[in-house]
């Protein structure tokens, strides 16, 4: 009894759901170096010049996701219909401890690879492999090794999961069946493809849903808010809508209808009031400049120098660049840290094309440092509201069936002009006429 007080889970008290409880493994993983650094990753980039409060970090929101994720697995092995039931592991067998550690685990490393302020310079500087390459590259450096050694030193990995890499399922589960084709050029099979979903899921999955959270408490915008404990009771492993059986996907019983529409409203308000909002996107547009001029690929091309750089050296070298006229990126850092002469950003209307701003430019005689555009090219999931819902008497719908309020809410993104103060007016007339 004293050796399983001695031995009992720790805990960290979190703003938004309250106690998180991790067990010495998982501790050996938050104490690492990568993740440690996650302390100083804004989860919101360099929004908190917008939003005072946005100072949180990708630190706390992955402890959040391990903890949504929790509770979204163990309510969907729990709730199981009759025709999946031998599909799902049950509670207490040696598959549902397994994966329940490998979700756990891969929500703790999902954004380990993240890139100074998060996302504000990932495309210019990551190119299409994104976080995620080097999500999975740190998750197999010598920082983490430890961690893993002592995880399959584990009795219960030893005697009864010693056919799986518990290593490579935690990597696919972190990054995702789509990121996962991208790199390693394999698929899933179906239920990695079901616990991959519940942390990198479009729709349900656990880093959206506590972002939006997150983000909503810690900006005081509380159009991101909605009843995600009313969604992860509803959550269902249901068979696919158009295979039945031999597909399976995360969906949700009928009654959770309602709050996947207020997931989706939420996540649309955010994105115009904060991830969307001009003022941010100004500031972002200054720092990914900034950023793009000082940390070319070529300087970060191992994991020691990637975890090197955190938020705090790119504050430290802006506070120097905005006072030095003769380093890199001089500009923008005036903007940033003066906050004088910013760039306007200003949403496009949507017919707008790319060649039409490079017209204006050479009509107006505009140089490459007074005008900049990005016209984006994420579309959302052609499936995105296809999921499977369970209706009375076993009857699967899809979504978009059994709800029109889904399919009334916007969800293109906005292209955005950045345009000096000296030649905002002339770019503001140009719109005006534009037909």
């Known amino acids: 009894m004293t050796k399983d007080f001695l031995h009992s889970d720790k805990k960290i008290y979190d703003s938004v759901h309250g106690f998180i409880s991790f067990d010495e493994f998982e501790k050996e993983l938050i104490d690492s170096l990568p993740f440690q650094r996650l302390h100083y990753i804004h989860q919101l980039g360099i929004a908190y010049l917008v939003y005072p409060g946005a100072t949180h970090t990708r630190f706390e929101h992955s402890l959040g996701v391990m903890a949504l994720a929790t509770l979204m697995f163990e309510k969907i092995c729990k709730s199981v219909r009759p ?17 329940r550690r490998v979700l756990r685990m891969a929500a703790l490393c999902h954004d380990l690879g993240h890139l100074p302020f998060s996302h504000v310079a990932e495309q210019e500087l990551l190119g299409e492999g994104g976080h995620e390459h080097w ?21 219960a ?3 009864d999961l010693i ?8 990597q696919k589960i972190a990054v ?5 084709q991208e790199i390693k050029g394999s698929s899933f099979t179906p239920w990695e493809r079901i616990v991959s979903e519940i942390i990198t899921g479009d729709f349900f999955g656990a880093d959206r849903i506590d972002f939006l959270l997150r983000d909503a408490k810690s900006t005081g915008v509380s159009f991101g808010l909605f009843d995600y404990h009313q969604l992860i009771e509803m959550l269902r492993i249901l068979p696919s809508v158009d295979h039945g059986t031999d597909e399976l996907e995360l969906g949700i019983d ?21 991830y969307q909002y001009s003022s941010v996107k100004a500031y972002n547009f200054h720092l990914r400049r900034f950023m793009k001029a000082n940390y070319q690929p070529g300087k970060l091309e191992t994991v ?15 506070n120097k660049a905005a006072k030095d006229p003769s380093m890199l990126g001089h500009r923008d850092a005036k903007c940033i840290v003066f906050r004088q002469h910013r760039f306007r950003a200003i949403a496009l209307p949507d017919k707008m094309t790319e060649k039409e701003i490079k017209q204006f430019k050479a009509n107006h005689k505009l140089k490459d440092d007074e005008i900049d555009w990005e016209f984006s090219s994420i579309e959302p999931p052609p499936n995105r509201l296809c999921f499977p819902v369970s209706r009375r008497h076993v009857m ?5 069936d059994c709800s029109d309020l889904l399919l009334k809410i916007p969800s293109k993104k906005s292209n955005w002009a950045y345009i000096s103060p000296d030649r905002d007016f002339d770019f503001i007339k140009f719109l005006e006429n534009w037909v």
């Open 157 to 159: 990995y030893l005697e």
């Open 304 to 318: 020691d120098e990637f975890i090197s750089v955190s938020d705090t050296d790119v504050i430290s070298l802006l």
């Open 176 to 180: 995702g069946e789509k990121k996962w």
């Open 135 to 155: 999500t999975l590259k740190i998750i197999l450096s010598s920082y983490l090794k430890p961690v893993w050694e002592k995880l399959k030193k584990a009795p």
């Open 83 to 99: 025709d999946v039931f031998h599909f799902v592991p049950r509670k207490g067998s040696a598959d549902y401890l397994y994966w």
């Open 254 to 274: 009928e009654n959770g209808l309602e709050s996947c529409e207020a997931l989706l409203l939420a996540r649309h308000f955010m994105h115009r009031r904060i």
């Open 396 to 400: 699967i719908q899809k979504a978009k």
């Open 163 to 170: 056919e799986r890499d518990i290593v490579e399922d935690i």
